[in-house]
């Protein structure tokens, strides 16, 4: 099995930035996704961005394109997301998870997933 601890999350200010830490272990894929969900109080899981590890590859939520981006350390086994530009509807737990093959937008699809950790925007 693979085991995600998310790290970085906290209070900011809008306008301001953070950046979350995934770091990833246990057995590996040959082929896999790391992807970032967000989920706010009595709202559904929400995709926010994955990335395709051994391309690359990225996509974006309509709602951060722009302002946020994921990024990789292979070597270390640890993804993240810059989040700049935030906003107060980015406040929300934020989870990182991964699955086999492509990057999917659907929580359902991703095979592991962290614990979480609280981004709160302030106004």
């Known amino acids: 099995q693979v085991q995600l601890v998310e790290s970085g999350g906290g209070l900011v200010q809008a306008g301001g930035s953070l950046r979350l830490s995934c770091a990833a272990s246990g057995r590996t894929f040959s082929s896999y996704a790391m992807g970032w969900f967000r989920q706010a109080p009595g709202k559904e899981r929400e995709f926010v961005a994955a990335i395709s590890w051994s391309g690359g590859l990225t996509y974006y939520a309509k709602s951060v394109k722009g302002r946020f981006t994921i990024s990789r350390d292979s070597a270390k086994n640890m993804v993240y997301l810059q989040m700049n530009s935030l906003k107060p509807e980015d406040t929300a737990v934020y989870f990182c998870?991964?699955?086999?093959?492509?990057?999917?937008?659907?929580?359902?699809?991703?095979?592991?997933w962290g614990q979480g950790t609280q981004v709160t925007v302030s106004s």
């Open positions: 998870a991964t699955k086999r093959g492509v990057h999917s937008r659907v929580p359902g699809e991703y095979d592991y």
